[in-house]
């Protein structure tokens, strides 16, 4: 007999979004030196219900074809005036130029579905983990 939780209760990568709570940015650092392994950086974030940040951050590679993501971080409490100093901090410390870094602002929608809705038109979520 199994004991293993499904995957998605293990899954370190993953955000979970409580009640009340919403995404709030996502960001995506690309260097060009990663770009053939389409490499990235990402930090993504959601607004608790006391108006603090969580933030998860990881690497992201593609290596024969599948999707790889590596040195998780996970922050459970940090303000948004923090949060823009990590991400300055990083941007420095990675030489990341204007083209090589994206914000996604998600902020600006009032309700998680619409925010689902608005990162499955950009192709940015992976609907399988979507409730």
Do not use: C
């Not at 204007?98 to 579905?113: G, K, M, V």
């Amino acid at each position: 007999m199994s004991t293993e939780q499904p995957h998605t209760e293990h899954d370190p990568y993953l955000m979970k979004i409580a009640k009340g709570e919403r995404l709030y940015k996502f960001y995506y650092f690309r260097p060009q030196a990663g770009r053939s392994h389409h490499f990235e950086y990402r930090i993504l974030t959601k607004e608790k219900t006391n108006g603090m940040l969580e933030m998860v951050s990881y690497n992201f590679k593609v290596v024969n074809s599948v999707p790889e993501k590596s040195s998780v971080m996970r922050v459970p409490e940090v303000s948004k005036h923090q949060i823009d100093d990590i991400v300055e901090n990083v941007r420095k410390k990675t030489n990341t130029g204007p083209d090589e870094f994206e914000e996604l602002n998600l902020s600006e929608f009032s309700t998680i579905e619409e925010q689902i809705e608005f990162l499955k038109q950009q192709d940015r979520v992976d609907t399988m983990y979507v409730m």
